[in-house]
């Protein structure tokens, strides 16, 4: 062979070598970009959200969301038209919470509950605290009290399958396996038509406190004094004020402390910084005010008088009844949270007036206090501003 040729067969051979560095550069860069791609579409974490209705988040470990899906019927209508886009984890919760305050599955007159359940086996160990704490700032802004649970399970088939077949999350299926673990008479069938706050209830008559069923139990105050609800928890170690007693506790009290009686006023207002439940009763010739704490149940003021007006033609043994007017009253509106109840005379008749706020509108029940004939019904919208913090319910 010619020496004239080494130059060029150096030149090829120098030429493979590149291309073959070149080949080996993009088989690697193209494996980064699977990698990456892989990484990023597959599901890492997930969280699901109860609010009656269920919805779940899942997320890759970029932290973005890959999907928002629905667990029930209601959370289907709650989700329609609704988008992920490129949002991400923080994003995507705080839309949510808008969405529900929005459709009024949360609100200001509502005993507002919602559990955060991560999958224990892939979520982030700080997934469920980044969730709890970014509802928890969305409600404050928005000024509406909830009480906030949280749990890490793991999210089995089997649990998959009987949660899909219950028409609830894996989250509320996995509360209400705790309470028939506690009784056996309790069946899943029988708890998952109910609702989270009556599940709570139950565990309570079970003698089950809420620190035993989550890993995280917070109550969100509304901005009952001008404050966001973190100036609270500086002082009194936790957050808020907690939720109110509900009527049917408060007149449990009044009633002790007038050792029985007649209610003729009731009513659920904010005095001093803080919401008080004020309750007249009048009992043989006398007339009871009592005030009392809505967070706490404390006695705040206890007045006694002679009832000078007995009003003609009134016979107290004759009337229906508080518990009978709020139950006509309750079914008219379908439920709801009584805020004021009060006995009058109108137009020479003894009537029953009742206040009952539900999912943002007020209603006005006027109810014949012997006959129990419903006279008057008004229904009007409610102002979105700072309303009741969370509270137990209607009452009796």
Same mark, same amino acid.
């Given at each position: 062979?010619?020496?004239?040729?080494?130059?060029?067969?150096?030149?090829?051979? @120098?030429?493979?070598?590149?291309?073959?560095?070149?080949?080996?550069?993009?088989?690697?860069?193209?494996?980064?970009?699977?990698?990456?791609?892989?990484?990023?579409?597959?599901?890492?974490?997930?969280?699901?959200?109860?609010?009656?209705?269920?919805?779940?988040?899942?997320?890759?470990?970029?932290?973005?969301?890959?999907?928002?899906?629905?667990?029930?019927?209601?959370?289907?209508?709650?989700?329609?038209?609704?988008?992920?886009?490129?949002?991400?984890?923080?994003?995507?919760?705080? =839309?949510?919470?808008?969405?529900?305050?929005?459709?009024?599955?949360?609100?200001?007159?509502?005993?507002?509950?919602?559990?955060?359940?991560?999958?224990?086996?892939?979520?982030?160990?700080?997934?469920?605290?980044?969730?709890?704490?970014?509802?928890?700032?969305?409600?404050?802004?928005?000024?509406?009290?909830?009480?906030?649970?949280?749990?890490?399970?793991?999210?089995?088939?089997?649990?998959?399958?009987?949660?899909?077949?219950?028409?609830?999350?894996?989250?509320?299926?996995?509360?209400?396996?705790?309470?028939?673990?506690?009784?056996?008479?309790?069946?899943?069938?029988?708890?998952?038509?109910?609702?989270?706050?009556?599940?709570? @209830?139950?565990? +309570?008559?079970?003698?089950?406190?809420?620190?035993?069923?989550?890993?995280?139990?917070?109550?969100?105050?509304?901005?009952?004094?001008?404050?966001?609800?973190?100036? =609270? @928890?500086?002082?009194?170690?936790?957050?808020?004020?907690?939720?109110?007693?509900?009527?049917?506790?408060?007149?449990?009290?009044?009633?002790?402390?007038?050792?029985?009686?007649?209610?003729?006023?009731?009513?659920?207002?904010?005095?001093?910084?803080?919401?008080?439940?004020?309750? =007249?009763?009048?009992?043989?010739?006398?007339?009871?005010?009592?005030?009392?704490?809505?967070?706490?149940?404390?006695?705040?003021?206890?007045? +006694?008088?002679?009832?000078?007006?007995?009003?003609?033609?009134?016979?107290?043994?004759?009337?229906?009844?508080?518990?009978?007017?709020?139950?006509?009253?309750? @079914?008219?509106?379908?439920?709801?949270?009584?805020?004021?109840?009060?006995?009058? =005379?109108?137009?020479?008749?003894?009537?029953?007036?009742?206040?009952?706020?539900?999912?943002?509108?007020?209603?006005?029940?006027?109810?014949?206090?012997?006959?129990?004939?419903?006279?008057?019904?008004?229904?009007?919208?409610?102002?979105?501003?700072?309303?009741?913090?969370?509270?137990?319910?209607?009452?009796?």
């Amino acid at each position: 062979m010619s020496l004239s040729l080494w130059p060029e067969n150096k030149k090829r051979e @120098a030429l493979k070598v590149k291309k073959k560095k070149l080949g080996i550069l993009w088989a690697g860069v193209f494996l980064i970009a699977l990698v990456v791609f892989v990484f990023s579409s597959r599901p890492a974490n997930s969280i699901t959200l109860d609010v009656n209705p269920g919805i779940e988040i899942t997320t890759n470990r970029l932290n973005n969301v890959l999907s928002v899906s629905p667990l029930d019927k209601e959370a289907t209508k709650v989700l329609e038209g609704f988008s992920v886009g490129d949002q991400d984890f923080d994003g995507v919760v705080n =839309e949510l919470v808008d969405l529900m305050i929005l459709t009024g599955h949360i609100s200001t007159e509502k005993n507002n509950l919602i559990l955060i359940t991560a999958n224990d086996n892939n979520a982030h160990p700080t997934l469920l605290e980044q969730a709890g704490q970014l509802i928890e700032e969305n409600l404050q802004n928005r000024q509406v009290g909830a009480r906030l649970l949280g749990q890490t399970i793991a999210y089995s088939k089997e649990i998959r399958t009987i949660a899909t077949d219950k028409g609830i999350s894996p989250g509320k299926l996995a509360v209400i396996k705790k309470l028939t673990a506690v009784d056996s008479s309790l069946s899943v069938e029988g708890l998952a038509p109910l609702s989270l706050q009556e599940i709570l @209830a139950l565990a +309570e008559e079970l003698d089950i406190k809420p620190e035993e069923l989550f890993v995280q139990v917070k109550n969100v105050a509304a901005d009952l004094g001008g404050g966001t609800g973190k100036e =609270e @928890a500086e002082t009194t170690g936790t957050v808020g004020m907690g939720p109110l007693l509900g009527m049917e506790k408060a007149l449990e009290i009044a009633l002790a402390r007038t050792d029985g009686g007649q209610v003729v006023e009731f009513e659920l207002e904010k005095e001093r910084g803080r919401y008080e439940y004020e309750v =007249e009763v009048k009992k043989d010739d006398k007339k009871y005010e009592v005030e009392i704490d809505a967070h706490t149940g404390e006695v705040l003021e206890f007045k +006694e008088r002679r009832d000078g007006y007995q009003g003609k033609n009134v016979q107290p043994g004759l009337l229906l009844g508080i518990e009978k007017a709020l139950e006509i009253a309750l @079914a008219r509106t379908d439920g709801g949270q009584v805020v004021e109840f009060e006995l009058v =005379e109108e137009r020479g008749r003894y009537e029953y007036e009742v206040e009952i706020k539900k999912e943002g509108q007020k209603y006005e029940v006027e109810i014949d206090a012997y006959t129990g004939k419903v006279l008057g019904f008004k229904v009007r919208e409610l102002s979105r501003g700072v309303g009741i913090d969370s509270t137990t319910g209607s009452g009796l």
